[in-house]
C-alpha cells in the first residue's frame, strides 16, 4: 500500500500552535516521562516522527492525539526544548481542521477576525429571527421580570423552532466530522499490539461495541486517565479545587448538568410556569451553573497567568501558557453563558423589572446557539473526538479479544 508523505506538514502545522519540533533527534525521553505511554502507546515520540516525516494520515488516524491531556511534563523535560506537549496540542487542531469538510474550523484556530466574522454574523442573524414576532420591552416599572415577561419578549414558539434547528445542523456536522475521524481511526494499529480483526463479512459486533460505550463513559465522566496523568506528573501539586483535572471535571460536568437541566425544562415544566428555586430541575441548574463558572473562571485566571513565561516553566505553566484563539472563544463563550444564565435566574426570584435583563436574556440565547452551533470546529469539539477515540479504543480491542 503506498505512503503519501507531505512535505508541507510541518509548516503547516506550525500555524495551528508554537512548537520547535525540528530540534526533536527521537531521544525517547518524552515517551519514558509521558504517564500514559504504555504497552503499544509510544506518543507523543511516534507522533513526532509522524510529522517529521510528512505522514499526515498516519498523524491523524491515531488515537493518542486525544488521549493525550497535555501534562505539560514531554515539554518540562525535553533536552532539546523542542515543545513536544505543544507539538501534540497543536496536532489535534490540525486533525479537527483535517475532519471538518466546510474550513470553518480552519478559519475559527487561524484568524481572529475570521472569529469576529462569524460571531458577529451568527449574533445578527439569531437576534433578527428571535426578535422577528417580540413583543418588545415591558414598560419600565409595569411588570416583574419573570419568565412570562421573558417569552413575550422572544417568543416561546421561536425559541423553540430555531432551537431545534441548531441541533438538527449541529447533529449533521457532527455526523459528519465524527465519520471522518472514524474512517480515520479504522485504519490505524489497535491497541496493545494486537493484529487487526478479521475483516471479512459478518454481523455488526453489539456486545463489544455496547461494552466499549460503558468503558468509555466510565473512563470520562470519572476523569480517571486524567487523573493518572496528573497524579504522574507535577501537574499533582496544590489545592484539590485548582488542579487541572478536578477544573476540567467542573467544567464538563457543569456543561452536562446544565444541557439536562435545560432539557428537562423544556420537555416537563409549562414555559411561562413559575417555579420554586428548591425544585429539582432549577436546584440541578443552579448547581451545574456553579461547577462551570467556577472551572471556567479558574481556567481563564490560569492561562492568563501563564501568558507570557518564559524560561524554565513547570510542568503546569506549559500546559496554561499553551493558550490559541480556539482556547479563549470556547472559554469566553462558556463562561459568558453560566454567568448570564446566574443573573436572569437571581433576576426571576428578586423583585425587579429592570429592562436591561431582557437584553442580556437575548444575549444569553444567541451565546448559547452560537456556543453549540459552533461545537465542531472549536477547542469544544474535544467533547465529540476525545469521546470518539476513548470508545473507539475500547472497541477494537474488546473487538479482537472476543472469543
Not at 100 to 112: C, M
Not at 181 to 187: D, P, V
Amino acid at each position: 500500500m503506498a505512503t503519501r508523505v507531505n512535505a508541507r506538514l510541518l509548516p503547516e502545522m506550525r500555524k495551528f500552535g508554537a512548537f520547535d519540533i525540528g530540534a526533536c533527534f527521537n531521544c525517547g525521553n518524552c515517551t519514558a516521562v509521558c504517564p500514559l505511554s504504555t504497552g503499544n502507546d509510544a506518543f507523543p515520540r511516534r507522533m513526532i516522527r509522524y510529522a517529521q516525516l510528512g505522514l499526515k494520515d498516519h498523524l491523524i488516524s491515531n488515537k493518542e492525539l486525544w488521549i493525550c491531556h497535555n501534562c505539560g511534563e514531554c515539554s518540562q523535560t525535553c533536552p532539546r526544548q523542542a515543545g513536544p506537549a505543544e507539538f501534540m496540542a497543536a496536532a489535534r487542531r490540525y486533525a479537527i481542521s483535517s475532519f471538518d469538510p466546510t474550513g470553518l474550523a480552519r478559519a475559527l484556530h487561524l484568524s481572529t477576525w475570521s472569529i469576529v466574522a462569524v460571531m458577529g454574523v451568527l449574533g445578527v442573524v439569531f437576534s433578527a429571527v428571535l426578535l422577528r414576532e417580540s413583543g418588545g420591552f415591558p414598560e419600565e416599572g409595569t411588570l416583574q421580570f419573570s419568565t412570562s415577561t421573558m417569552l413575550d419578549f422572544v417568543p416561546f414558539d421561536i425559541l423553540h423552532d430555531v432551537g431545534i434547528a441548531v441541533f438538527v445542523l449541529l447533529g449533521l456536522i457532527s455526523l459528519v466530522t465524527m465519520g471522518n475521524m472514524l474512517w480515520s481511526l479504522s485504519r490505524s494499529p489497535v491497541p496493545g499490539g494486537v493484529g487487526n480483526p478479521d475483516d471479512g463479512p459478518g454481523l455488526f459486533p453489539v456486545r463489544a461495541a455496547l461494552g466499549a460505550a460503558v468503558a468509555a463513559a466510565t473512563q470520562i465522566l470519572s476523569h480517571r486517565s486524567q487523573r493518572e496523568c496528573d497524579a504522574g506528573s507535577a501537574t499533582d501539586e496544590g489545592a484539590l479545587i485548582v488542579r487541572r483535572w478536578f477544573v476540567h471535571l467542573c467544567i464538563m460536568g457543569g456543561f452536562l448538568g446544565l444541557a439536562l437541566a435545560t432539557s428537562l425544562d423544556f420537555a416537563f415544566k409549562d414555559p411561562e410556569q413559575h417555579v420554586a428555586i428548591w425544585s429539582p430541575i432549577r436546584m440541578l441548574g443552579i448547581v451545574s451553573g456553579l461547577l462551570c463558572t467556577y472551572g471556567t473562571s479558574v481556567a481563564i485566571v490560569k492561562r492568563l497567568a501563564a501568558r507570557g513565561r518564559t524560561g524554565l516553566r513547570s510542568a503546569d505553566v506549559h500546559y496554561w501558557a499553551d493558550t490559541t484563539r480556539s482556547d479563549w472563544l470556547f472559554l469566553l463563550l462558556l463562561w459568558l453563558v453560566s454567568v448570564t444564565g446566574f443573573v436572569l435566574t437571581a433576576a426571576i426570584y428578586l423583585p425587579t423589572n429592570a429592562s436591561w435583563l431582557y437584553i442580556v436574556f437575548l444575549v444569553h440565547v444567541v451565546l448559547a446557539m452560537e456556543l453549540l452551533i459552533l461545537l465542531p470546529f472549536t477547542k469544544f469539539a474535544h467533547a465529540i473526538y476525545r469521546t470518539v477515540a476513548v470508545w473507539y479504543q475500547h472497541f477494537r480491542r474488546l473487538r479482537v479479544t472476543a472469543p
